[in-house]
């Protein structure tokens, strides 16, 4: 048996992983371990003595994400949003160099204002997201939805074939665009014990305007009005939602992970008319949830609600026509503990770049 033996820690013990793997450590629980892959499982069997003394045991990571939203606009606008987003930029990209571990960042929407793209030759991609953003930051995948203003000019409001749509890459090793596997997708990470679930919820998008307690079913996404197939664009945008939300319920059910991370463009109170959903959210019977949602133009965990003992964050950094200096301009991070839990905190930048 090949023994990886590291006597000369205090207070460690050598326990087996498998036939022909052992690693010297604090203490071994049969399972999954914080130190190596979550789908993995030791056997524990101890190998040799412990050696003499007390074990610090240091607390292990699996790794890290940021989470970032409403980009906002590819030029003009408010002079203080574009300073927020150059300062949240560079605040995400010092906050990835000092955690060395950043496995992706999640984008809520509403990435190019004021009306999407409308293919991926379209110089927005360059002036909102690679000339704002690090070649760093732009190393790992971006999973990102569609906002309402995304979906302005965007040929996805028109097609029923997602391929289609100008934001959807299927290609998980071209970085040069978002990774968006469809509107709405999961991804699972099975070597940290967490899954991501992207939705696109538009049909949400007015929900505070309309009667309380109606339905996605019933509600109509007004943005259409903007596109070149008003009537078709009511149908698709409305089937999307509900087929995020059947994707969501699903994964509830079928996923193996320990925490979910799931995000659309919109607030936990824009769902009080799904409460099916809202409670779903809130459930923590089988997986930890935290949710991300964005269209309010700041950083908190407190202006939408609650879905308690999970937890949730309204991530925005401004839009094209105003900053929104009353709210915190920012962005969050996640951090994924060797259990794989997920601690999150924001990081605000400096409030004066929005003062004008």
């Not at 300073?83 to 990435?111: I, P, Q, T």
């Not at 360059?126 to 995948?141: C, E, F, G, K």
């Not at 769902?271 to 950083?299: C, E, K, M, Q, W």
């Not at 839009?319 to 601690?343: H, K, L, N, P």
Request: hydrophobic share 30%; net charge negative.
């Amino acid at each position: 048996m090949e023994v990886n033996v590291l006597t000369s820690e205090d207070g460690h013990q050598c326990y087996s992983k498998s036939q022909g793997w052992s690693s010297c450590k604090p203490d071994c629980t049969p399972g999954p371990q914080p130190e190596d892959r979550a789908d993995e499982s030791w056997a524990c069997r101890a190998e040799g003595p412990r050696t003499p003394g007390r074990a610090e045991a240091p607390p292990v990571r699996r790794g890290s994400f940021l989470v970032v939203g409403d980009l906002g606009a590819a030029g003009g606008g408010h002079v203080g949003s574009a300073r927020c987003r150059l300062a949240v930029a560079r605040a995400m990209d010092a906050k990835m160099s000092e955690l060395g571990d950043v496995k992706f960042v999640v984008n809520v929407g509403d990435s190019f204002k004021d009306s999407g793209v409308l293919d991926r030759d379209d110089e927005k991609w360059d002036r909102a997201w690679r000339w704002i953003h690090t070649d760093q930051l732009r190393s790992v995948p971006w999973y990102s939805v569609y906002g309402n203003h995304d979906y302005r000019s965007d040929p996805c409001a028109c097609v029923d074939v997602e391929a289609e749509c100008a934001q959807v890459n299927y290609d998980e090793q071209n970085l040069e665009y978002f990774q968006m596997p469809g509107t709405s997708y999961f991804r699972a990470f099975p070597d940290m014990g967490i899954e991501i679930v992207g939705l696109d919820l538009n049909n949400f998008c007015d929900a505070s305007f309309e009667t309380a307690g109606r339905g996605p079913g019933d509600l109509v996404f007004r943005e259409c009005a903007q596109s070149d197939c008003v009537a078709k664009c009511v149908n698709v945008i409305r089937t999307r939602t509900l087929e995020a939300l059947n994707l969501f319920f699903k994964r509830t059910r079928e996923s193996t992970a320990k925490s979910l991370v799931v995000f659309s463009h919109y607030p936990t109170d824009y769902f009080t008319g799904s409460p099916d959903f809202l409670r779903a959210l809130a459930d923590n019977s089988r997986h930890n949830i935290t949710y991300f949602g964005g269209h309010r133009h700041g950083v908190d965990n407190a202006s939408a609600v609650s879905i308690e003992p999970n937890k949730y964050w309204v991530v925005g950094e401004g839009d094209d026509e105003r900053c929104d200096a009353d709210r915190q301009q920012g962005f969050v991070v996640g951090e994924i503990a060797g259990d794989s839990s997920i601690t999150t905190y924001p990081v605000f930048v400096d409030g004066g770049c929005c003062s004008s």
